[in-house]
Structures are given as C-alpha cells and as structure tokens.
C-alpha cells in the first residue's frame, strides 16, 4: 500500500513539473500629458499571437527579410479599461493617481482570483521634455504565469 502511494505521489509530482507553463502580459499606460489631453487605459489581449509566425531567422546564406504583415500581428480582440490622466488643467491629479491605483489593483486582485500568478512587473517612462514636447506616457507591464 505504501509502494501504491508513494508512487503515486511521483507520478503526480512529475506530471505537475512537465505541466506547461502559460504567461500573459497585462498593461498600463498612464498619460503624463499636460492639462489631461493624453489618455490612459490598461490593456489586456484576449487574441493570442504565436510569435514563430512572425519570425525570421537570418543567416549568412540567407538574410531574406522578415515578410508577415504588420495587419496579421495586430490584436483587435482586447479588453480595455479606462483610467484616469496624471494630469489635469490645473496640473498633477494626486486624486487620479489613487483612482489608477484603486482599478489597477482590482485587475491585479482579479487576474489572482483566476488562477494567475504575478510573476514580474517592469515601467518605463518617456516624460515631457519641455514646453513644446507635450506628450509623455508611463507604462507598466505586469507579467502574470499559471
């Protein structure tokens, strides 16, 4: 009986770690655009993409160029949640900033509740660069596994 267990357990134990592993990328981006004139969203793709489709190997002997169609990437099955801008007209919005957070955490809340881990978050920014830049965006990618 305890052969029968314990060899269960291994054969469970082995089936668990040759599970393949599913990733999904989730992201904000926060408009840091003056008098709120940007827009903000998080962006969560519900179309999946095989990347080989769209992937050239060059070589020595061969560097053909990469030909898929930029139309054949693009998602338009996504799911959009609007957010609020950094800024307003009179300036920085504290009040925006902890809207973002509050919805932002409900997605991140969510996406748990369904299974997913979070794995890895990475931002980057590209701020106004003066009077007559006028855009900026902070963006925030939340990488989630199961």
Same mark, same amino acid.
């Given at each position: 009986?305890?052969?029968? !267990?314990l060899?269960?357990? =291994?054969i469970l134990?082995?089936?668990?770690?040759l599970?393949?592993?599913?990733?999904?990328? !989730?992201?904000?981006? %926060?408009? !840091?655009?003056?008098?709120?004139?940007?827009?903000?969203?998080? !962006? #969560? /793709?519900? $179309? +999946?993409?095989?990347?080989?489709?769209?992937?050239?190997?060059?070589?020595? @002997? +061969?560097?053909?160029?990469?030909?898929?169609?930029?139309k +054949?990437i693009?998602?338009?099955d996504? %799911? %959009?949640?609007?957010?609020?801008?950094f *800024?307003?007209?009179?300036?920085?919005?504290?009040?925006?900033?902890? /809207? @973002? #957070? /509050? =919805?932002?955490?409900?997605?991140?809340s #969510?996406? /748990?509740q369904? $299974?997913?881990?979070?794995?890895?978050?990475?931002? $980057?920014?590209?701020?106004?660069? $003066?009077?007559? +830049?006028g855009?900026?965006?902070?963006?925030?990618? *939340?990488?989630?596994?199961?």
């Amino acid at each position: 009986m305890k052969k029968i !267990i314990l060899l269960s357990f =291994l054969i469970l134990s082995a089936t668990t770690v040759l599970t393949a592993q599913e990733y999904k990328v !989730i992201t904000s981006v %926060e408009s !840091i655009v003056p008098s709120g004139l940007g827009r903000s969203r998080i !962006i #969560d /793709a519900n $179309g +999946d993409r095989d990347f080989k489709e769209f992937t050239s190997e060059q070589t020595e @002997n +061969d560097n053909t160029r990469n030909k898929s169609k930029r139309k +054949d990437i693009r998602v338009k099955d996504f %799911e %959009e949640t609007k957010l609020l801008n950094f *800024y307003n007209i009179a300036g920085i919005r504290f009040q925006n900033i902890a /809207a @973002n #957070d /509050a =919805l932002i955490s409900s997605k991140l809340s #969510d996406m /748990a509740q369904n $299974g997913w881990e979070l794995v890895f978050v990475t931002s $980057g920014v590209e701020a106004d660069a $003066g009077d007559k +830049d006028g855009q900026g965006i902070f963006i925030t990618r *939340y990488i989630f596994k199961r």
